[in-house]
């Protein structure tokens, strides 16, 4: 099982927004609605920001959004913040009853 | 409130096992499934399997099977993994993490344990 493709890098500037992509294939993320997105800081452990594509779990701020089309979902970030600096991955189900991951994306905020 | 705390950092020589416990509290232990998940040094993350807690029954990816080994104590609310035929490419953090609202998210992280492969 191939990795999600995600860009390695974004920047945007505080108050702006980003969108970060996740493109697979129709074995994984084409076929699930079972997409989730995390952040992590650095030296730190990854925290749920987005699953089943869109949903927010509690605590999560709404300046998260997620979407998907096809083979590619996606991660919006609105009104950027300093805090959101961080690395980012996607992940989804498999038809292989298996879980993959993205490369994982940096996010700078300049 | 839900709490995964692993074991400690390891220093393991290559050909040698590692076991790593991930101790859950705050709720349930057999009603929520548990991942574990690796990240190499400056690498991305790595799904290794999942165990049901409840029966104890495992799955792992083709990449993983033959060197992997899921397992759980119910009575002390542990979950297990167990690499072995460790190489210097294993040198990793480790996580567990639990499932959540959805079967198919991971809401709750363990802090991770660095494993080291060196000799």
């Known amino acids: 099982q191939s990795a999600l493709t995600q860009p390695a890098s974004v920047s945007g500037s505080p108050g702006q927004s980003i969108t970060i992509s996740c493109t697979g294939t129709?074995?994984?993320?084409?076929?699930?609605?079972?997409v989730s997105w995390f952040q992590q800081h650095p030296g730190k452990a990854p925290k749920l920001m987005i699953y089943e594509v869109r949903n927010r779990p509690s605590g999560v701020s709404n300046r998260f959004s997620g979407s998907k089309s096809g083979n590619t979902a996606s991660l919006t970030i609105s009104g950027l913040q300093a805090e959101d600096e961080a690395d980012y991955y996607c992940s989804s189900y498999t038809s292989s009853s298996t879980w993959v991951f993205g490369g994982g994306t940096k996010l700078t905020v300049l | 409130q839900v709490q995964l705390v692993q074991s400690g950092a390891e220093v393991k020589k290559p050909g040698a096992s590692v076991k790593v416990s991930c101790k859950a509290s705050?709720?349930?232990?057999?009603?929520?499934?548990i991942h574990w998940v690796r990240q190499a040094p400056g690498q991305g993350l790595e799904w290794m399997g999942i165990i049901n807690p409840s029966g104890g029954s495992a799955s792992y990816p083709q990449k993983f099977q033959g060197r992997v080994t899921m397992t759980r104590d119910t009575s002390t609310s542990t979950a297990y993994m167990e690499l072995s035929s460790l190489r210097s490419e294993d040198t990793a953090v480790y996580y567990c993490?639990?499932?959540?609202?959805?079967?198919?998210?991971?809401?709750?992280w363990g802090q991770g344990t660095l494993v080291t492969v060196s000799s």
């Open positions: 129709s074995s994984d993320l084409g076929d699930y609605n079972y």
């Open positions: 993490a639990r499932v959540g609202g959805s079967y198919y998210s991971l809401d709750y």
């Open positions: 705050g709720y349930t232990f057999t009603a929520y499934y």
